[in-house]
Every structure is written in C-alpha cells, then in structure tokens.
C-alpha cells in the first residue's frame, strides 16, 4: 500500500505564495504519477496539477498555468506544488494524489489553502 501525507497549507493574502508538499511512503516503487486536485465544499474535485516520474514530464490545469508549479523529487517520491501570485478563488482542499501501476490511485488527506481578499 501507498501512503500520502500532504503539508505547506494555511491562511496567505492575495497575491502572496505557498509551497505544498506531499511525501509518499509504503510500496511507492509502484507509483508512476503523482499529482495535486483540489477541492471546495459542494463542488468537484478540480485538477491541478500532475508529474510522471519515468520522465520527469509535468502538466498544470489552465486555471493555475503561470501561477502553480508543479515538481518533485523521484528518488524521494515528493511532490512539490509551488502556488503564487494566489487568489480568493484558488481557496480549497489540497490533495495530493497518486497512481501506481494497476490504475491503483491513492489520496492523501488534504491540506487546506485559504486566500484572504
């Protein structure tokens, strides 16, 4: 089994930054993708961002691109997501997601981002 622990939430204002992180542990030699969703009561899990660790290739939600990047460190199994320039919108759930070979997805238990105006 994977486990996912997600941190690097909190209170930020408008237009100020965040780093998320996201460490997995357990059988993680198993996963080959890991990614960020996030979440607002009511609403549907949204898609943020997400890396393939066989090639290091990333991709970011049209909603975050140019403000949120997404990295990690393979040897580790991290997951980084770097939020700037943030919004009242961008407020939510982070989770942190992952998928291992088998189409096994794994979930974290959030991290909460608020974003004052």
């Known amino acids: 089994q994977v486990q996912l622990v997600e941190s690097g939430g909190g209170l930020v204002q408008a237009g100020g930054s965040l780093r998320l992180s996201c460490v997995a542990s357990?059988?993680?030699?198993?996963?080959?993708?890991m990614g960020w969703f996030r979440q607002d009561p009511g609403k549907e899990r949204e898609f943020v961002g997400r890396i393939w660790w066989s090639n290091g290739a990333t991709t970011t939600a049209d909603s975050v691109k140019g403000r949120f990047t997404i990295s990690g460190d393979s040897a580790k199994r991290t997951v980084y997501l770097q939020m700037n320039s943030l919004k009242p919108e961008d407020t939510a759930v982070y989770l942190c997601?992952?998928?291992?070979?088998?189409?096994?997805?794994?979930w974290g238990q959030g991290t909460q981002v608020t974003v004052s105006s």
């Open positions: 997601g992952s998928t291992q070979y088998g189409g096994i997805e794994t």
């Open positions: 357990g059988r993680t030699f198993d996963i080959y993708s």
